[in-house]
DNA sequence: AGGAGTTTGTGAACGGGAGAACAAAACGAG
DNA sequence: CTCGTTTTGTTCTCCCGTTCACAAACTCCT
């Protein structure tokens, strides 16, 4: 029998981790509509997971429900956001300010969930002149200024695949350890960088795929 | 021993499901650069996966390989390319043309992988006298004669969350039978109707999770 | 105070996916 | 034709994640 370590530093599954933030925003719901105590049951029609499954996510936590009554739902929502980090405000640099990256630049709704859009990066010269959301467009030199200044650890690559290694090379070089990759491309990084893609085609392909059946075999089931 | 079912309709594993896309796009890689045969060891450098995984990947889709050869690239990408569904293209219609919907209708990824965006639909009147990448910013009350005229089973969200499940509603009962989904919201379909999620925020808040970890505990693992 | 009714937290069974390891198959050299 | 080399396809084992089921814990009512 181990002795477990004392507080944090609790294993939590990768699965789990990836739930957290779902169960946070209906967290953020269930406190606008005015709902201050809710079951797990509740909570989980809320996040379109099952009741144990959720449950045992919690559990890893720490016991913060109370038998026979349910989940204090401020109290729930400020755990949650502590275990994930985002009770204060993440700095980010969006490298790539083209269709997609206007599109992340003017989104309203990084703010809110724990990040702060600090710098837009752009190879191309002409992007320069633009203001995006209020902030300059800067050229892809200034990087490392930038992520020493605002003191960066999370880089948002929107370039065209091509460019996307060696961006990603870049902002490793200059401290970066979390990229999130909107280019269609394997990214190579050293251990301890973390790296998570958004692949849009790639989903569109997935719901081909059942769809593909769906008109086969009359019968298949859904998608998960 | 129960006999397999002739050909097709074999029961490939979810998490292949998802991969297969990614194989594609290496291959296209491959044969773009004058590869015309490659080995699994190759290809899994080119995807980012362990080659043992792509070899049983592949395996359920038949034995498209050489021993003591490899693979042929082109009929390799074909043979997936048809698994999957692509080598036609899937008619698609996205709603809520805002900062997100026009990078989307922007994206020329989209016709090189196996679709083609139909019809742009806003609610808001403002945006019908728009054109965005040569299509048309149409009504969403025009959406049950576009789906009937072009044969739509694909549809992507991109209005704001409260809008989502009322969107996706109206999308289910037109016959739309598989959903990308990039409001923040669950939604809630019938059986039968695949439905898949892309929520930017999760995706970062993961990051911020292992983020934390990393500046509290040195020498945390890095992110798949 | 005690019992009935709820709901959490978790032990245990189960299923699916990841990776190692190897036999079977193809090819080329001699 | 035979042997050695290469690389696939598959089997086997292990691990992670999901789900069930239930004891423990709490509230409320009498
Ligand atoms: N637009 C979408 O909806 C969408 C959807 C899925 C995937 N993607 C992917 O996202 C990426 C961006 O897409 P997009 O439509 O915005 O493309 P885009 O061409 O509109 O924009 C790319 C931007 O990156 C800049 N850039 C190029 N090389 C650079 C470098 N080395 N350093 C810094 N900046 C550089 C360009 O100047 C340009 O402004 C692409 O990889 C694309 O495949 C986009
Ligand atoms: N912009 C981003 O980078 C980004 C990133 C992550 C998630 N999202 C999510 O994507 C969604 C769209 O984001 P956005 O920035 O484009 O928002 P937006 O407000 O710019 O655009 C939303 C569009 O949807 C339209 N709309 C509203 N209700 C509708 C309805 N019932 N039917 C049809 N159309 C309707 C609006 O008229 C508007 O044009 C939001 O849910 C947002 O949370 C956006």
Known sequence: MTARTPDSARDIPEATVARLPVYLRALISLAEEGTTTCSSEELAAFAGVNSAKLRKDLSYLGSYGTRGVGYDVEYLRYQIAREIGVTQDWPVVIVGIGNLGHALANYSGFRSRGFRVVALLDA??????????GLDVRSFEDLESIVAEHDVSIGVIATPAVAAQSVADRMVATGITSILNFAPAVLSVPDGVGVRKVDL???LQILAYHEQRKSIAPGAGAVS
Chains 1, 2 share one sequence.
């Not at 191309?124 to 959301?133: K, N």
């Open 201 to 203: 085609s790639i989903e």
């Open 124 to 133: 191309d010269p002409d992007r320069h002149e633009e203001v995006v959301a």
